[in-house]
Antibody, heavy 121, light 107 residues
Framework: QVQLQESGPGLVKPSETLSLTCTVS????????WSWIRQPPGKGLEWIGY???????NYKSSLKSRVSISLDTSKKQFSLKLSSVTAADTAVYYC???????????????WGQGTLVTVSS | SYELTQPPSVSVSPGQTASITCSGV??????ASWYQQTPGQSPVLVIY???KRPSGIPERFSGSNSGNTATLTISGTSTMDEADYYC??????????FGGGTRLTVL
């Protein structure tokens, strides 16, 4: 059974960098797309980006200038950094395993429990 | 950028069939997935590749995708199906795209 667990500060000051880590168990993290998704309070899901096990990344275009996702296969962890945060970045942040099937099929089969990050001074 | 549109809410009587739609340009030429999210919980995958059910998801959940619309159908609904449902696809230009979500009420 694959399990993902987010960790990191629950409060970040405006203009600073949000940093979260996702620890994976039950999967060697040597394939698939390791992803971050967020959900502002009371709103819908927003994909942030992913890192492939090879190290290749892909980010949502509107966040690309502020986002970085990295992977540490030895620790079975992947991390999110989001710079220059504002109150609009307040959200529950989820890590998830993305599966890319044939012919552009794509879905998330395992999700972490989510962690609320509040941006406030 | 590619967009998916869902109705904000759908209501159904217990035991009846609920249909939740997801619209996007030529969505039928892509694959659609669906997630169920109950309050305070993480999303759960209920349909992938238009109509496939992950292990553990009841047969009451089914999906289809044609033209510009993907549809999640839940038969024999009960209050345990009350949740927010999100559709999702992959677009070559936009990456992963989620719909805005639909609140299903069973009453």
């Amino acid at each position: 059974q694959v399990q993902l667990q987010e960790s990191g500060p629950g409060l970040v000051k405006p203009s600073e960098t949000l940093s979260l880590t996702c620890t994976v168990s039950g999967d060697p993290i040597s394939s698939d797309y390791w992803s971050w998704i967020r959900q502002p309070p009371g709103k819908g899901l927003e994909w942030i980006g992913y890192i492939y096990f090879s190290g290749r990344t892909n980010y949502k275009s509107s966040l690309k200038s502020r986002v970085s996702i990295s992977l540490d296969t030895s620790k079975k962890q992947f991390s999110l950094k989001l710079s220059s945060v504002t109150a609009a970045d307040t959200a529950v942040y989820y890590c998830a395993r993305g599966i890319a099937g044939y012919s552009s099929s794509w879905y998330f089969d395992y999700w972490g429990q989510g962690t609320l990050v509040t941006v406030s001074s | 950028s590619y967009e998916l549109t869902q109705p904000p809410s759908v209501s159904v009587s217990p035991g009846q069939t609920a249909s939740i739609t997801c619209s996007g340009v030529k969505l039928g030429e892509k694959f659609a997935s669906w997630y169920q999210q109950t309050p305070g919980q993480s999303p759960v995958l209920v349909i992938y590749e238009d109509s496939k059910r992950p292990s553990g998801i009841p047969e009451r959940f089914s999906g289809s995708n044609s033209g510009n619309t993907a549809t999640l159908t839940i038969s024999g609904t009960s209050t345990m199906d009350e949740a927010d449902y999100y559709c999702q696809t992959w677009d070559s230009s936009s990456g992963v795209v989620f719909g805005g979500g639909t609140r299903l009420t069973v009453l």
